[in-house]
């Protein structure tokens, strides 16, 4: 049997009392829309206009300054009449940091995964609270009842934004 015994651990920044040597995980936070089988879940957003609307968002306080955010997302999308064409944005507060015009793509009544993820540099302070959110719209074909985040009487999909921030 072995004994590891630690004095003092050192890093380039602390959280606390903890030195955070850089790349560690500081903290994590989720947004999560549970997966719901055999009860009835409505879409977290139905799309119908080419005007970006919220999906769905999460905040995190930083805990160290200049820490990076390791931003993920996964959600479905769905169509039963039409060809799936949504865009999607990202962004960090205001600012958008990521965009796809092919975000949801797909041939009529099948789901779409739309999984991102992302390593954010913010520049932030120690204790900014920064939202991180997916927007989403019509890109083009002529149904108007394209559904992110897909939900029915018998269910509804999985949704989660996850949220880490990496000590630097």
Do not use: C, W
């Not at 936070?29 to 799309?47: A, C, D, K, Q, Y």
């Not at 968002?57 to 820490?67: P, Q, R, V, Y």
């Not at 931003?71 to 009449?81: C, D, K, L, P, Y």
């Not at 932030?124 to 997916?134: E, P, W």
């Amino acid at each position: 049997m072995s004994t590891l015994k630690v004095d003092t651990i050192t890093g380039k920044t602390t959280a606390g009392t903890v030195a955070m040597p850089a790349g560690h995980v500081v903290q994590t936070v989720e947004f999560f829309r549970l997966g719901l089988v055999g009860s009835s879940s409505s879409s977290m957003l139905t799309i119908n206009s080419t005007s970006f609307a919220d999906v769905m968002s999460k905040t995190i306080t930083t805990k160290l300054a200049n820490s990076k955010i390791f931003v993920s997302m996964t959600i479905n999308g769905f169509n039963g009449s039409d060809v799936l064409r949504v865009s999607t944005k990202i962004f960090r507060d205001s600012t958008q940091i990521n965009g796809d015009v092919y975000g949801l793509y797909g041939v009529q009544t099948h789901m779409v995964l739309y999984s991102f993820s992302m390593l954010d540099a913010p520049s932030a302070s120690a204790g900014t609270t920064l939202t991180y959110k997916m927007q989403a719209a019509r890109e083009s074909g002529s149904d108007t009842n394209h559904r992110v985040g897909y939900g029915d009487s018998g269910g509804g999909s999985s949704a989660n934004i996850t949220l880490m921030e990496i000590a630097q």
